[in-house]
């Protein structure tokens, strides 16, 4: 089993850049694909960016060239490095593992509130 724990959300004026902090404990993280997903109210769950556990990354649309996520093996955690934030970026953030491409997101997060005011 995998525990994450996000961390790092906040509010942020527009323009400004936040860092989140996923932290795995438990199981076997390094070899596991993390991710970024996003929720904002009324809304579905959105795909935010991934990296793979070979260290390939993907991102969304909406985020691509102010987003990156990254992840350090020695800490078991995920990052993801927000800049140029948008009021449209407001949302609640949750990390997310899986063991490989063709399962499931099954390990969660709580998740935590990015908040960018315009």
């Known amino acids: 089993q995998v525990q994450l724990v996000e961390s790092g959300g906040g509010l942020v004026q527009a323009g400004g850049s936040l860092r989140l902090s996923c932290a795995a404990s438990?199981?076997?993280?390094?070899?596991?694909?993390a991710g970024w997903f996003r929720q904002a109210p009324g809304k579905e769950r959105e795909f935010v960016a991934i990296?793979?556990?070979?260290?390939?990354?993907s991102y969304g649309d909406s985020v691509k060239g102010r987003f990156t996520i990254s992840r350090d093996t020695a800490k078991k955690t995920v990052y993801l490095q927000m800049n140029n934030l948008k009021p449209e970026d407001t949302a609640v953030y949750y990390c997310?593992?899986?063991?490989?491409?063709?399962?499931?997101?099954?390990?969660w997060g709580q998740g935590t509130q990015v908040t960018v005011s315009s």
């Open positions: 990296s793979g556990s070979g260290g390939s990354t």
């Open positions: 438990g199981g076997t993280f390094n070899s596991y694909d």
């Open positions: 997310a593992a899986r063991r490989n491409i063709i399962t499931p997101w099954n390990y």
